[in-house]
C-alpha cells in the first residue's frame, strides 16, 4: 500500500518482475479489493499471488515512533515484514515510508547477533561496474564500531551478490591522507586495517572514488551516505538536462541525435534512477528492500528483482557468521 | 609555487587570465628564476608583472601546523597573502596546501569580526544557472551558531557575485520534513527562519536540490559539502565516460556524434570542471581563492577570475557588515 502510488504500481511491477523470474511467488498485502481489481488485468501474476487482507496502511508522512505504535500487528507494512520472520516469504519490499519500515524491521525480525544497528545499503553504478555504499540514510552519525559493522556487512553483501571473494573496502573522507577526518572515521580505519577477515581493506576514499569504482564498498554514516547518493541522482538529472538542451540547440546536433538514437537509449537506460531502485536493510535477520516512493512499476520491479538476487544469493546467514567472526576475533585479541 | 606544476602552470594562466581583463596587476611571489624563465613567453604578462623572490615553498603534504611554523614571513604562501594584508594585491590565489593556505590566512589576515570559522565556499552549476555552496572542507563540522554565519557569508557572496537583492538559502540535510537531521542542523534552521536580513529561507533541501537550482545558497559543514562536491564531479566524469563508450558503440552512432560534435563541444565545456575551479575562503579581512592542485593553466585562470570577480564585487565589506548585522540583532534579542 506504500509510495505514492500503491498497488497500482506494485502490482504492475510485481506482474513484471514474474516474467523475469518466473519461479517466483508473491504474498501481496493490502486493501484486498484495490488489489484484485489491479489483478484482473495480470492473470499470470494472480496465480502466483496471494493475498493478506487489512484495512490499515502506514501513511507516508508518519514518524516512525507513531507508525509502530499504530501500525504493529495489523498494518500491510507490518504483515509482510511478518511473513518474512514467519518463513512465508523470503524477503519483503515496500515503497512505504523508510523510517517506519525500518522500525518496524527492526521489532519484528530483529538485528542478527552482534550487530548494533542496520544500514540501508544501496547498489551504485561505477564506469565499468557496480558497487555496494552503505549506509545511504539508515542512522544519523555512526561511531568506529558501527562503521566496521558496515563494512563487514557491506563485503558479506558483495560477496553473497557479485561473487567475489575477497571485496575490497574503503571509508569514505574527505582526504586520502591518514591524518584527515573525523575520529569515527580513524578508528574505523585502524580497526579494519587489521582485520584477519575475507576483505581487502582499501583505505580512505573520497567522493569521487565511489563513482569510479575504487572500492567495491563504500562504507559512511547515513547522513553523508544519503547527501552522496542523492547528490550523484541529483548531478545525473542535471546532465541529461544538459545533454538534451545540447542536442536540440542547432539542426545539425538534432540529426546527430537522431543517428545516435540507439546510442542515446542506452545512455539513458544506463543513467536511468529506476534501474538501480532499492535500497537494501543490511543487519537484519531477513531481507527487506525499500523501493523509492515515487517510482513507478518499471523502477518498482527493480526492487523485487533486487529481492529476488538477495533472497537468492544467502546473504543473511553470509552476514551473519562474518559479523560472528569478528566478534569473535575481538574478544581473543581482548582476552590475549 | 602551489600546486603539482608551480610556475609552469601559474604563470601561463596569469597571462590567460590578463587577455580577460586588461586591467589586472599581478604580484608573482616564489622562485624568481622559475619565475623569469616562465615569464619570458608572456611578455605582456611580464609588463603587468612585479616579483617577489623567495626559496621556501611550502610542500603540498605538509601538516597546516607545520607549515604554519616553517613557513611564516618566508614562504610565497605567506608573503603572497601578506599583499593582500599590506594592501598591495586585492586577492589572492594559490593551487598549494589546502590546509597550510587556510591556517596562514587566518592567521595574517584575521576574521571578519563576529565570524567565529571561515569557510570555504564552491560556485556549483544548477541547470539554469549557478548556486554557492559552503563550507566545502575548510572545517569537519559545524554548530549551529556557524551554520548560521556560513549561511549569511554565502548571502553575501550571492549578492556581490550574482547581483541579487535577497538570495535564498536551504540548510542539506537528509530529509525536507522539519523532523529530520541532527541537532546543529535544526538549531540553525530555528534562528535562520526568524532572521530580519536579506536572506530568503528556504528550509531543508536534499542532495538532488544543488544541481537542481532549488536555492541560490546551500549551507553545510565542511565534511558533508566536500563530499557531496567531490561525489559530484565523480558523478560528472563517469556520465561522461558512458556518453563517450555509447557514441563510440556503432557506426550510425559515431556518425551522429561527428553531426552533433558542435553539440558535445558545447556539453563538454559545461560540464568541465576547469570552468569552475577555485574554493573562495569566506569569512576573513580579504580574498583568498584556493585552486586545484592539479589543474592546468585553463583551470587556473578561472580561479584568477574568480578572485578577480570576488575583488571587483566588494564583496568583503558587504559580509562584514551582514555579520554585524546579524549579532548586533541576536544582542537585542538577548537584551529584549
Not at 61 to 85: T, Y
Not at 124 to 144: F, H, K
Given at each position: 500500500m506504500g509510495g505514492d502510488h500503491g498497488p497500482s504500481v506494485v502490482v504492475p511491477a510485481a506482474?513484471?518482475?514474474?516474467?523475469?523470474?518466473?519461479?517466483?511467488?508473491?504474498?501481496l498485502v493490502g486493501d484486498?479489493?484495490q488489489i484484485?481489481?489491479e489483478?484482473?488485468?495480470?492473470?499470470?501474476?494472480?496465480?502466483?499471488?496471494?493475498?493478506?487482507?487489512?484495512?490499515?496502511a502506514i501513511a507516508m508522512d508518519a514518524?516512525?515512533?507513531?507508525a509502530?505504535?499504530?501500525?504493529?500487528?495489523?498494518s500491510s507494512m507490518?504483515?509482510a515484514?511478518?511473513?518474512?520472520?514467519?518463513?512465508?516469504?523470503?524477503?519483503v519490499v515496500s515503497a512505504g515510508n523508510t523510517g517506519a519500515l525500518?522500525?518496524?524491521?527492526?521489532?519484528?525480525?530483529?538485528?542478527?547477533?552482534?550487530?548494533?544497528?542496520?544500514?540501508?545499503?544501496?547498489?551504485?553504478?561505477?564506469?565499468?561496474?557496480?558497487?555496494?555504499?552503505?549506509?545511504?540514510?539508515?542512522?544519523?552519525?555512526?561511531?568506529?564500531?558501527?562503521?566496521?559493522?558496515?563494512?563487514?556487512?557491506?563485503?558479506?553483501?558483495?560477496?553473497?551478490?557479485?561473487?567475489?571473494?575477497?571485496?575490497?573496502?574503503?571509508?569514505?573522507?574527505?582526504?586520502?591522507?591518514?591524518?584527515?577526518?573525523?575520529?569515527?572515521?580513524?578508528?574505523?580505519?585502524?580497526?579494519?586495517?587489521?582485520?584477519?577477515?575475507?576483505?581487502?581493506?582499501?583505505?580512505?576514499?573520497?567522493?569521487?572514488?565511489?563513482?569510479?569504482?575504487?572500492?567495491?564498498?563504500?562504507?559512511?554514516?547515513?547522513?553523508?551516505?544519503?547527501?552522496?547518493?542523492?547528490?550523484?541522482?541529483?548531478?545525473?538529472?542535471?546532465?541529461?538536462?544538459?545533454?538534451?538542451?545540447?542536442?536540440?540547440?542547432?539542426?545539425?546536433?538534432?540529426?546527430?541525435?537522431?543517428?545516435?538514437?540507439?546510442?542515446?537509449?542506452?545512455?539513458?537506460?544506463?543513467?536511468?534512477p529506476r534501474?538501480?531502485n532499492g535500497g537494501?536493510?543490511?543487519?537484519?535477520?531477513?531481507?527487506v528492500v525499500k523501493s523509492h516512493g515515487g517510482t513507478d512499476a518499471t523502477g518498482f520491479a527493480s526492487a523485487v528483482?533486487?529481492?529476488?538476487?538477495?533472497?537468492?544469493?544467502?546473504?543473511?546467514?553470509?552476514?551473519?557468521?562474518?559479523?560472528?567472526?569478528?566478534?569473535?576475533?575481538?574478544?581473543?585479541?581482548?582476552?590475549?
Amino acid at each position: 500500500m506504500g509510495g505514492d502510488h500503491g498497488p497500482s504500481v506494485v502490482v504492475p511491477a510485481a506482474a513484471l518482475a514474474l516474467v523475469r523470474h518466473p519461479g517466483m511467488r508473491f504474498i501481496l498485502v493490502g486493501d484486498e479489493g484495490q488489489i484484485r481489481s489491479e489483478l484482473a488485468a495480470h492473470p499470470a501474476l494472480a496465480d502466483k499471488s496471494e493475498l493478506i487482507h487489512t484495512d490499515v496502511a502506514i501513511a507516508m508522512d508518519a514518524k516512525p515512533s507513531q507508525a509502530l505504535r499504530q501500525g504493529r500487528w495489523k498494518s500491510s507494512m507490518w504483515l509482510a515484514i511478518e511473513a518474512v520472520r514467519d518463513g512465508h516469504a523470503d524477503a519483503v519490499v515496500s515503497a512505504g515510508n523508510t523510517g517506519a519500515l525500518m522500525v518496524m524491521a527492526k521489532f519484528c525480525l530483529k538485528t542478527i547477533k552482534g550487530v548494533d544497528r542496520p544500514a540501508i545499503a544501496a547498489i551504485w553504478p561505477t564506469i565499468d561496474a557496480e558497487c555496494i555504499v552503505l549506509d545511504v540514510g539508515a542512522n544519523v552519525g555512526a561511531d568506529s564500531r558501527q562503521l566496521v559493522e558496515f563494512a563487514l556487512m557491506g563485503a558479506g553483501m558483495a560477496r553473497a551478490l557479485f561473487g567475489m571473494e575477497k571485496p575490497s573496502v574503503g571509508l569514505l573522507n574527505i582526504g586520502v591522507e591518514e591524518v584527515k577526518g573525523v575520529e569515527e572515521i580513524k578508528g574505523a580505519a585502524a580497526v579494519l586495517k587489521d582485520l584477519p577477515l575475507p576483505i581487502r581493506y582499501h583505505g580512505f576514499i573520497e567522493g569521487d572514488d565511489i563513482g569510479r569504482g575504487t572500492v567495491d564498498v563504500v562504507v559512511t554514516d547515513g547522513f553523508t551516505g544519503n547527501i552522496a547518493l542523492k547528490t550523484a541522482e541529483g548531478t545525473a538529472k542535471q546532465i541529461g538536462e544538459y545533454l538534451r538542451a545540447a542536442m536540440g540547440r542547432s539542426l545539425l546536433a538534432r540529426l546527430g541525435a537522431v543517428l545516435a538514437q540507439g546510442a542515446f537509449r542506452a545512455l539513458k537506460e544506463k543513467m536511468d534512477p529506476r534501474q538501480m531502485n532499492g535500497g537494501i536493510f543490511l543487519g537484519l535477520n531477513g531481507i527487506v528492500v525499500k523501493s523509492h516512493g515515487g517510482t513507478d512499476a518499471t523502477g518498482f520491479a527493480s526492487a523485487v528483482d533486487l529481492a529476488y538476487e538477495m533472497a537468492s544469493s544467502g546473504v543473511v546467514k553470509r552476514l551473519g557468521s562474518d559479523v560472528a567472526d569478528f566478534h569473535t576475533k575481538l574478544e581473543l585479541e581482548g582476552a590475549a
